[in-house]
């Protein structure tokens, strides 16, 4: 069992910035890959930032060179700075894992929100 806590969600004005945190624990042998998504209200799911074992990120185009995504490997943890926040940017971000045990698996954070205001 793998388990997703995430952190720094909140209220903030436009052109601001908010750091998120995701610190995994449980049962796994290695994280290959940790990032998050964000849904906004009436759309669907969609990927924010990913990282892999090496350091390769993924960005979504709207996100590219205002959000940076990082991780500690000995914390087990995956940071996202997030600056420039737009009114676009408001959102439930779900902090997401892959993680191998016996297999590699797709693990969940409960989500956090996000909210940007004018």
């Known amino acids: 069992q793998v388990q997703l806590a995430e952190s720094g969600g909140g ?19 290695a994280i290959n890959v940790m990032g998050w ?3 906004a ?6 990927l924010v930032a990913a990282i892999r074992t090496g350091g390769n990120t993924t960005y979504a185009d709207s996100v ?3 959000f940076a995504i990082s991780r500690d490997n ?21 902090c997401y894992v892959v993680a191998t ?13 996000v909210t940007v205001s004018s």
């Open 11 to 29: 209220l903030v004005q436009t052109g601001g910035s908010l750091r998120l945190s995701c610190e995994v624990s449980g049962r796994f042998v």
């Open 74 to 94: 000995a914390k087990n943890t995956v940071y996202m700075e997030m600056n420039s926040l737009e009114l676009e940017d408001t959102a439930v971000y779900y």
């Open 64 to 66: 590219k060179g205002r």
């Open 101 to 113: 045990w016996s297999r590699a698996t797709t693990y969940w954070g409960q989500g956090t929100q």
């Open 41 to 46: 209200p009436g759309k669907q799911r969609e």
């Open 37 to 39: 998504y964000r849904q």
